[in-house]
């Protein structure tokens, strides 16, 4: 299994969304890698991407898992990688998107209408 996690974090004084990336798996050659800060206002749209390498991207479907501050993991979906049909849990279906580009072998999550639930951190796992 190998995880990258996407922090975003809602400022509340600001009223601003900061994002940002930690690589948290990588092993031999292969490797997970997210897209670099930046700040969303509430109501905005984020499309958090997750570039692989070091193997076939359409070889492994690839997970988004979320995690708020001191609350258990949440599953958001995966991605048929061949297919590129994407399977949501129910509470993230609306609001909640799962794409690629395989010519750049990216996998993309994009949220919309960003809310202060939606600070959390943020894996792509494959």
């Known amino acids: 299994l190998f995880v990258l996690q996407k922090n975003l974090k809602f400022?509340?004084?600001q009223n601003i969304f900061h994002f940002f990336t930690l690589l948290t798996g990588v092993w031999s050659e292969i490797r997970l890698q997210q897209s670099p800060s930046?700040?969303?206002?509430p109501g905005e749209t984020v499309k958090i991407s997750c570039i692989t390498s070091g193997y076939?991207?359409?070889t492994y479907s690839i997970c988004w898992?979320?995690?708020k501050p001191g609350e258990?993991?949440?599953w958001?979906?995966?991605i048929n990688t061949q297919t590129t049909v994407a399977t949501y849990a129910s509470s993230f279906q609306s609001r909640f998107s799962l794409t690629q580009d395989v010519s750049s072998s990216t996998q993309y999550l994009q949220i919309k209408?960003?809310?202060?639930?939606?600070?959390?951190v943020y894996f792509c796992a494959r």
Do not use: F, H, P
């Open 113 to 120: 209408s960003l809310t202060a639930e939606d600070s959390a």
């Open 76 to 78: 958001i979906g995966w």
């Open 56 to 58: 076939t991207m359409t």
């Open 11 to 13: 400022l509340s004084s």
């Open 65 to 67: 898992i979320k995690q």
């Open 38 to 41: 930046e700040l969303k206002r």
């Open 72 to 74: 258990a993991l949440e």
